[in-house]
């Protein structure tokens, strides 16, 4: 063994910033190393990459890679990617940002760029609880969980997101774990290729809020549970992959949506077109 | 309802050659550890098939037990990448000895 000092990935990230800050068995330098990965071997060059996500830990994920990056206010991840795409449409723009951000406060960003087939990828990283804030309950926190906000347990149904955003008409929709990085790595390699909205849920763990809370020791314990409670089945029905764990539900993983349908870009250029013919 | 996912292989894919056991080379990995940056996740010791890694007894300067290759265990590394894969922190990686 050495003791090495440069990681064969560090020339995209910003080395210098690293120890990051997320604590020990945090996923998200685990998403961090699947879009790396992703990006290197998408085919579009580094500097057409842009990642952008709003507030909360997941949010700080773009500032350690070595690109473009912009991290905005609460929520705003996408309507802020949706006009640098539209200023700018050679751009391959990714919003990485957390469960809070993308369908707390920013939920009705998220449909409507669903429902115009934005060409955007969209990646939710899934931890079931607002991390930074000291893991109070949101939309995504299964029914009956402990977070600090619901210390009797959580009464509320939460959002099934691959079925959302396949209801609203995204063009691509997938969901991994963190204990998955090959196939999240492969999907979203895949999703940057799609013409119009892709998007990626991925969980991962929160050991010292969400986890804490319901009973796993560390980010161990939460990996082990994905992995032993997870199946693939790219062909389920979207209305059954609800995520459960409190009732001794499978979670249930795969690319369900792939499919082709006109993107806002492409659809902008042909009315573009036709203006143009009639102006003249 | 939950589905299992059935393989459905043809004929071709299931009829494989034996492997040539003169002809393959277990491949070989060298271990580096940047223990600056190792959090003593212990994602990279349990997830090691081959059970090369163990927690240092030694801290590094933010007072965590980094990652090091157990006695013994120096050419047992198969160069998988699972640890590297899989380490949160950007500590760990592989390179293939020839
Ligand atoms: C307008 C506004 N409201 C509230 C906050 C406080 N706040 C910061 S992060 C966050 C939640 C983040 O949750 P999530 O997106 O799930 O990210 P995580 O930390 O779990 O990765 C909240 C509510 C804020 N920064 N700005
Ligand atoms: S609070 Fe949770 S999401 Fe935030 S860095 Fe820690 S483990 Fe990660
Ligand atoms: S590359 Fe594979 S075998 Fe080698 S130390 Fe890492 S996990 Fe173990
Ligand atoms: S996975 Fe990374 S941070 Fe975790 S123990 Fe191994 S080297 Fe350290
Ligand atoms: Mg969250």
Not at chain 1, 64 to 72: K, P
Not at chain 2, 11 to 40: S, T, Y
Request: neutral net charge.
């Amino acid at each position: 063994m050495s003791i090495e000092e440069v990681h064969p990935k560090s020339q995209f990230l910003r080395d210098e910033r690293l120890p990051h800050i997320w604590c020990p068995g945090c996923g998200l330098g685990i998403v961090l190393q699947s879009y790396i990965n992703a990006a290197e071997k998408s085919g579009i060059r580094l500097e057409n990459h842009v990642l952008i996500s709003g507030i909360g830990c997941t949010a700080r994920l773009p500032g350690y890679a070595n690109l473009d990056t912009y991290h905005t206010t609460h929520g705003r991840g996408i309507p802020f990617a949706t006009g640098m795409k539209i200023a700018n449409p050679d751009l391959k723009v990714t919003v990485i940002s957390g469960d809070g951000d993308l369908f707390n406060i920013g939920g009705n960003h998220f449909i409507h760029a669903a429902r115009r087939n934005m060409d955007l990828l969209v990646v939710c990283v899934n931890n079931f609880n607002y991390g930074m804030t000291g893991g109070q309950h949101g939309s995504t926190t299964p029914p009956s969980s402990l977070s600090s906000s619901t210390p009797y347990g959580n009464i509320e149904q939460s959002f099934n997101l691959p079925y959302l955003a396949a209801a609203i008409g995204a063009s691509y929709v997938a969901r991994w774990t963190v204990m998955h990085p090959r196939q999240f790595t492969k999907s979203l390699s895949k999703a940057m290729d799609i013409r119009g909205f892709a998007f990626v849920e991925v969980l991962s763990p929160c050991p010292p809020n969400f986890g804490k809370f319901n009973g796993f020791s560390d980010g161990f314990a939460e990996m082990e549970f994905y992995r032993k409670n997870s199946v693939v089945d790219n062909e389920a029905k979207l209305e059954d992959v609800s995520i459960d764990p409190h009732h001794g539900k499978q979670i249930i993983l795969g690319e369900f949506v792939n499919k082709r349908r006109p993107s806002f870009i492409e659809l902008e250029r042909e009315v573009n077109r036709r203006a143009m013919v009639v102006e003249k | 309802m939950i589905k299992e996912n059935k393989p459905n292989l043809s004929q071709d894919e299931i009829w494989r050659e034996p492997v040539n056991l003169a002809l393959f080379r277990k491949p070989q990995g060298k271990v580096h550890v940047i223990a600056e940056r190792c959090k003593e996740c212990n994602y990279c010791t349990n997830y090691c098939p081959n059970e090369v890694l163990e927690r240092s007894t030694n801290t590094n300067s933010h007072g965590y037990h980094y990652v090091q290759v157990k006695a013994g265990k120096e050419s047992s590394c198969v160069n998988c990448g699972m640890c590297q894969t899989i380490c949160p922190d950007f500590a760990i990686f592989v390179t293939e000895v020839q």
